[in-house]
């Protein structure tokens, strides 16, 4: 099993920038493809971005397409989403798992973006 935990998340102003952190446990970790989810108040748990073990190919949301950048250092055994030219629309809390997900979520972390 891998161990997830999410950090980097905080208070922005609609425009700004944050990069998250996902540190994952377990020797197999660049065996997995990875992804970022999010979960907006009395919404359910929606997919963000995707990166492949192997050959790093990534898929993104429409929603957040040419704003946000998923990667991945495999030595680091971590996962990492820049978001640039934030929205309020994007304020959720943010998980990462395997993709697709199998793992016990994680704690996440929360991005607020001000209006």
């Known amino acids: 099993q891998v161990q997830l935990e999410e950090s980097g998340g905080g208070l922005v102003q609609t425009g700004g920038s944050l990069r998250l952190s996902c540190a994952a446990s377990g020797r197999t970790f660049s065996n997995y493809a990875m992804g970022w989810f999010r979960q907006a108040p009395g919404l359910a748990r929606e997919f963000v971005a995707r990166i492949v073990q192997s050959d790093f190919s990534t898929v993104y949301a429409a929603s957040v397409r040419g704003r946000f950048t998923i990667s991945r250092d495999n030595a680091k055994s971590t996962v990492y989403l820049q978001m640039n030219s934030l929205k309020p629309e994007d304020t959720a809390v943010y998980y990462c798992?395997?993709?697709?997900?199998?793992?016990?979520w994680g704690q996440g972390t929360q991005v607020t973006v001000s209006s």
């Open positions: 798992n395997t993709h697709p997900p199998t793992q016990p």
